[in-house]
């Protein structure tokens, strides 16, 4: 039913969507969705927040791990070293033990005071399940969005891995992410979806060689995500990266680095985001959605929905 506000699908230039929209700024869905609108054999894990695994236009999309899913609570029934990871594990908020946990939350985070006396939400802001849901919210089910491969309905969207790399708080280290990669590959992902990556301050630049010095952990577990080959649909897997939200002329990394894909962003008028990174490191660009302001209030229609 929101469909009709999913720009980045199908982009009729409403300016109720945005001021300067632009007819057929779009990814052009709705004539990839005649060839396919997606596969079950796809299992896309998304490196982010914790996704929402029981949203009601999500839940039939998400992977499942079989052997979790029907064991002992509290036992690690398959034997991979990670207690009740029934939808990908939490690299955050390890086990007593000090291993990844399958324990995903995505509401973590209090309400707190600043120094005016205004309240705010500090914690999770639910983009690991925005993104799951652009990726492959359930089609025609008559609930909330659609998804990119989200399926006609018949059960046949990709699934959705969560690896959480965020708690609202707080975020995994090198290690732990490398750790949550690999998790993904072994557990048949093939596509590794990654809207972060590390904003350089104060006009500092980082170069391949510095990121392979300092980043090597991690590099070797995309690699070794990279080096398999978890579906008979691709010939191997793929890792995606967001460009960055810092307007400068150079992605972030990893996906700067020039192995992997970094996707800056346009706006619904066709024009890079007033936020997107663009330029050295970039691959390709994609639907962002940008906030424009006008007599002083923003409008949020332009966003991604």
């Known amino acids: 039913p929101m469909l009709e ?156 891995m969560s690896i959480q790399i965020f708690n609202g708080v707080s975020n995994s280290t090198l290690a732990q992410n490398a750790k949550g990669i690999e998790y993904a590959a072994d557990n048949g992902a093939c596509i590794l979806q990654n809207s972060w990556g590390y904003p350089l301050q104060d006009g500092r630049t980082m170069s391949d060689s510095d990121y392979q010095s300092g980043f090597s952990v991690e590099l070797s577990a995309i690699r070794y995500f990279v080096g398999k080959s978890n579906c008979s649909a691709m010939q191997g897997n793929i890792a995606i990266f967001a460009a960055g939200n810092d307007g400068k002329a150079t992605a972030d990394y990893p996906g700067a680095f020039n192995e992997f894909i970094a996707v800056t962003a346009y706006a619904p008028d066709g024009l890079p985001t007033s936020y997107t990174n663009y330029k050295y490191g970039c691959n390709v660009s994609a639907p962002g959605g940008d906030i424009w302001v006008e007599s002083r209030s923003y409008r949020y229609e332009g966003t991604v929905l």
């Open 5 to 160: 506000l999913q720009w980045h699908y199908h982009n009729q230039g409403l300016q109720s969507i945005y001021k300067t929209s632009k007819e057929g700024e779009d990814i052009n869905a709705f004539a990839a969705w005649k060839y396919t609108t997606g596969s079950n054999q796809i299992v896309v894990a998304v490196m982010d927040e914790g996704v929402k695994y029981n949203h009601p236009d999500l839940e039939a999309n998400m992977w499942k791990n079989q052997a979790e899913l029907n064991g002992q609570p509290g036992v690690d029934d398959d034997g991979n070293g990670v207690v009740d990871d029934i939808y990908g594990v939490n690299c955050v908020d390890l086990s007593a033990s000090g291993k990844l946990s399958g324990n995903i939350s995505w509401d973590q985070g209090s309400i707190k005071t600043d120094s005016k006396g205004n309240k705010y939400w500090d914690g999770d802001v639910g983009h690991g399940t925005h993104v799951a849901g652009t990726v492959a919210a359930v089609n025609n089910n008559g609930l909330g969005v659609a998804g990119v491969a989200g399926g006609s309905g018949n059960g046949d969207g990709v699934r959705i």
